[in-house]
């Protein structure tokens, strides 16, 4: 029997050790790779114009999100978070439209995500009480929408001017506004059907078949009334004024087929003149304390700075968010589903200002200053609109 031990080999043991080492290392790759799929792995609520869907994907940022589940963003659409942004919960994407707007003549064509007339008008820039529209502002926006704006025209008939401002898009509408009855022979300087613009001048010329009766207009008064329920720099026309009619029969003394004389026979005032009434507001805006550095208010403050408003109007505003939203940038309405500090409706007009407008009160401000410069004109006209109507 042989005395010599067989020497075990060492080389499979190091074999068996670096195979494991290998095997452990794949197995940490497709963890690892696994782990980040899943994170890029996403369960998200998109709004598309007021409807819901449910969107699951790989996704980096909201495009690549929105693409994989086949939904096109054209050019002019508003999205929420911006398309380059990481993905959130909540996407929210307005379709925009082309839609032709003819404003007191002048025709052109914008691109809009107003759903309604009134969301279009407030887009444009323009406000409520200073337009007549084509259709009523609750009304779905077309594809087309002519809108007049408040203008000054200068009506002179029978030796009288009358300067009327109107919203009337034509001349007719002008007249109608100021109250002129016309006779079948009158003859105007400008076609009733013409364009009404700002500064515009309508010479009538009274006519008469029998040249015994004319017809004159009466211009109307303007009586301003002091209002305490509106704050300071608010005025409100509360009785449109009118012209009124004076008809004045005369006895013709005619020599050769020429009228040399006329007799007053009758004069009467058919139509009285009705008094256009202003209420101009008497009271004082609400006070404000000293603002804290940092705060919603604060950064308010420093925005109508830059717009050129004085602490009267800040005052207003900080009376109107109060009532509003008391100045918290996560106020929601539960029943008409208003959200921010200015209580925007929905909340996500206000992605128009940023892609974080549902906790930046920065961003939130600078929509609802935008809206209130375009719809009101100031805040206190905003604020006084809120005190008479309860909402603004």
């Known amino acids: 029997m042989s005395t010599h031990r067989r020497r075990r080999s060492v080389v499979p043991w190091r074999r068996r050790v670096l195979r494991g080492a290998v095997q452990g290392g794949v197995l940490a790759l497709v963890v690892g790779s696994t782990s980040a799929f899943t994170m890029l792995h996403k369960s998200v609520t998109v709004e598309v114009d007021g409807s819901t869907v449910h ?3 790989f996704a980096r940022t909201v495009a690549d999100l929105l693409s994989s589940g086949g939904i096109d963003v054209g050019a002019h659409d508003l999205v929420s978070p911006a398309l380059d ?3 959130a919960t909540t996407v929210v994407v307005r379709r925009a439209r082309e839609v032709a707007v003819e404003i007191d003549g002048t025709e052109q064509t914008v691109w809009t995500t107003a759903d309604s007339v009134g969301e279009a008008v407030q887009e444009l820039g323009l406000r409520d009480d200073e337009v007549r529209l084509s259709a009523s502002r609750s009304d779905p926006l077309g594809r087309d929408l002519r809108v007049s704006t408040r203008k000054t025209v200068h009506v002179v008939v029978d030796g009288n001017t009358i300067d009327s401002v109107t919203s009337g898009g034509t001349v007719r509408e002008a007249l109608k506004d100021v109250g002129l009855v016309l006779g079948e022979e009158d003859r105007l300087s400008v076609p009733l059907a013409a364009n009404a613009v ?3 001048v309508v010479v009538v010329t009274r006519a008469s078949s029998s040249g015994e009766t004319t017809v004159e207009a009466i211009p109307y008064e303007t009586q301003q009334v002091e209002d305490p329920s509106l ?10 004024g009118r012209a009124g009619v004076r008809t004045t029969t005369y006895q013709l003394e005619i020599v050769g087929g020429t009228v040399v004389g006329r007799t007053v026979i009758a004069s009467v005032v058919t139509t009285q003149p009705v008094t256009e009434v202003v209420h101009v507001g008497t009271r004082s805006v609400p006070a404000v304390g000293v603002v804290d550095p940092g705060s919603a208010q604060a950064i308010a403050q420093g925005m109508m700075a830059a717009r050129g408003w004085d602490d009267d109007q800040f005052a207003c505003l900080v009376a109107l968010w109060n009532r509003e939203s008391g100045w918290r940038v996560n ?4 029943s008409s589903g208003a959200y921010g500090i200015p209580q925007a409706l929905p909340g996500s007009k206000m992605a128009s200002a940023g892609a974080d407008w549902r906790t930046n009160p920065a961003t939130q401000i600078t929509w609802g200053l935008g809206y ?3 719809r009101y ?7 006084g609109h809120s005190q008479s109507s309860g909402w603004y």
Not at 331 to 334: G, I, L, Q, V
Not at 377 to 383: F, I, K, L
Request: charged share 20%.
């Open 55 to 57: 969107v699951e994907g």
């Open 85 to 87: 942004e990481p993905v």
């Open 198 to 200: 700002d500064g515009l």
């Open 231 to 240: 704050s300071k720099g608010i005025t409100t026309v509360v009785t449109a």
């Open 331 to 334: 106020a929601e309405n539960s």
């Open 372 to 374: 209130i410069e375009g």
């Open 377 to 383: 004109g100031t805040p206190c006209g905003a604020y």
